[in-house]
């Protein structure tokens, strides 16, 4: 009778433990309405543990070890409850890349190789994809802020989800998840350097060849190959990691080459060639020195023609130079020494707003900034101690508890 009971209580422990450590995946919909967009006002809004990537100005989503999720509104202060969740186990979060618009959609990446679109509007699963693995284990830190903004392998063009694995490149619909096209990596995985896309490129750094090889994102035909002795790749204000990016640099035997990324083609641009110029709402933006703004000139990108010149005002020297942060879709942003954030207009050089924002609770510190993300009027800096290494633990790295400050611009 003792070892009838005995196996059973065996048996029993062992479907428990097959229950907590099979493989799962738990998605929680959303419970109420697609939040509508919310606009910030100039100045901190708050800080928070997890980095957000903000989406139509509607939701924030954050990225964990086995999770993705979002919250709204995206202007609150600190985490909310979570509107949708997806957990996967045992597999870890590789990426995630996100489309807005009429038709928007999640897709996250993991480490078993699965593609998961999720729905933002209703947190619903709306297909799911086996793909290449792009890596085995999560590497978004405490804050989730390289899984987001810096996906390994993941990319967006104007109408694919892209996925650079070691072997392929293959494009999906981004509404379905149907493989569009796939083939062989253009660069071997031991010379695979800095890889990108614009709204209809592929572009990937061959660091044996020294030429930049470039695939089109609609069918996946090569097209012509960039330069020659090719030895740094930078991609040109990306909305988010480097996807969709507008424009790239190329230096080589020559010096630096700026260059527009328009549909197919790679079109010369003086203008960008400059050190730390950017691209916004049409114009190339640069500074004489970067680091140190004293004055902006906007040009034509493919004719150099001056379009505007922006400087403070007298009444702000007091203020000292800002650091050209980030471009955003119709704005340039500075950020000064003492945490004044300036957006300058892209259309006409006007200052749009000038804030500080230093949080009243936080004391005044310097930081430096690992990561910076733009969306709209939102600006989300990811704040470190100074000085600090990448490969420090999370506490002697990240400045404060909650290390992500989110502002309006």
Not at 9 to 34: D, I, Q
Not at 54 to 68: G, M, S
Not at 265 to 291: K, M
Request: net charge neutral.
């Amino acid at each position: 009778m003792i070892g009838v009971v005995a196996a059973a209580l065996l048996a029993a422990a062992g479907l428990t433990a097959w229950r907590v450590l099979a493989p799962a995946e738990v998605v929680s919909p959303a419970r109420k309405p697609y939040p509508e967009p919310v606009i910030p006002a100039p100045g901190p809004i708050g800080a928070l543990v997890s980095a957000p990537l903000i989406l139509d100005d509607r939701i924030r989503i954050f990225a964990a070890e086995r999770q993705v999720w979002a919250d709204a509104p995206p202007n609150f202060k600190y985490e909310n409850s979570a509107l949708w969740s997806l957990r996967r186990w045992p597999a870890q979060l590789i990426g995630v890349v996100a489309r807005g618009g009429p038709s928007p959609v999640v897709v996250s990446s993991w480490s078993d190789g699965q593609l998961v679109g999720t729905d933002p509007r209703t947190g619903e699963t709306v297909w799911q994809a086996t793909a290449e693995p792009l890596g085995d284990a999560y590497a978004g830190r405490r804050t989730g802020a390289a899984t987001l903004y810096q996906p390994p392998g993941l990319f967006s063009t104007a109408d694919a989800v892209v996925v650079a694995g070691p072997a392929h490149v293959t494009a999906y619909d981004p509404a379905t998840g149907a493989q569009r096209w796939q083939l062989a990596a253009p660069a071997d995985a031991a010379c695979r350097g800095t890889d990108l896309t614009s709204a209809g490129q592929y572009l990937v750094h061959d660091t044996c060849a020294g030429t930049v090889r470039r695939v089109g994102a609609a069918g996946g035909a090569a097209l012509p190959d960039l330069g020659s002795g090719i030895t740094a790749v930078e991609p040109v204000s990306c909305p988010v990691g480097h996807s969709t990016c507008p424009g790239v640099r190329l230096t080589g035997p020559s010096g630096t080459e700026g260059l527009l990324l328009d549909g197919t083609a790679a079109i010369p641009s003086p203008p960008l060639s400059a050190p730390g110029t950017v691209l916004a709402g049409g114009v190339a933006v640069t500074a004489p020195d970067p680091a140190a703004v004293t004055r902006l000139d906007a040009r034509d990108p493919r004719t150099g023609e001056l379009r505007w010149t922006w400087q403070p005002s007298p009444g702000n020297a007091a203020t000292p130079p800002g650091r050209l942060l980030a471009a955003g879709t119709d704005r340039v942003l500075l950020l000064a020494p003492d945490q004044t954030l300036i957006a300058v207009s892209a259309e006409s050089g006007k200052e749009l707003s000038r804030s500080s924002i230093q949080l009243r609770h936080e004391p005044v510190t310097p930081y430096d900034l690992s990561q910076v993300h733009t969306s709209g009027r939102y600006v989300v800096l990811v704040r470190t101690i100074p000085g600090a290494p990448a490969t420090a633990p999370d506490s002697d790295y990240y400045l404060f508890p909650r290390p992500v400050l989110l502002t309006g611009s």
